[in-house]
Nanobody, 123 residues
Framework: QVQLVESGGGLVQAGGSLRLSCAASGRTFNRYAMGWFRQAPGSEREFVATISGAGGTIYYADSVKGRFTISRDNTKNTYLQMNRLKPEDTAVYYC?????????????????WGQGTQVTVSS
């Protein structure tokens, strides 16, 4: 069982930056691919970024490519650095883990989810 806790959300002006963190429990962190997803009010949950268990494979949604960076360390943390934020990035951001080292884009591929952290970008 893996438990995930996100932090780092908040209110920021357009053009600003935020860094989200996701702390995971469990002993075999590097066996889990990690992902970030987001859900805006009235919208479905959408893929943002994913990183493989070893960190060698990374995918981004086209809407965040070049602005967001996903990373992970050896202490069970996954990060999402968000730069040049836009009002349309406003959403609840979720961290997710899957029982595989392979990175996937579909939310249905993930087995564990955090509670989410709110990101609000003002114009």
């Amino acid at each position: 069982q893996v438990q995930l806790v996100e932090s780092g959300g908040g209110l920021v002006q357009a053009g600003g930056s935020l860094r989200l963190s996701c702390a995971a429990s469990g002993r075999t962190f590097n066996r889990y691919a990690m992902g970030w997803f987001r859900q805006a009010p009235g919208s479905e949950r959408e893929f943002v970024a994913t990183i493989s268990g070893a960190g060698g494979t990374i995918y981004y949604a086209d809407s965040v490519k070049g602005r967001f960076t996903i990373s992970r360390d050896n202490t069970k943390n996954t990060y999402l650095q968000m730069n040049r934020l836009k009002p349309e990035d406003t959403a609840v951001y979720y961290c997710a883990a899957r029982n595989s080292i392979l990175a996937k884009l579909a939310a249905s591929e993930y087995d564990y989810w955090g509670q989410g952290t709110q990101v609000t970008v003002s114009s």
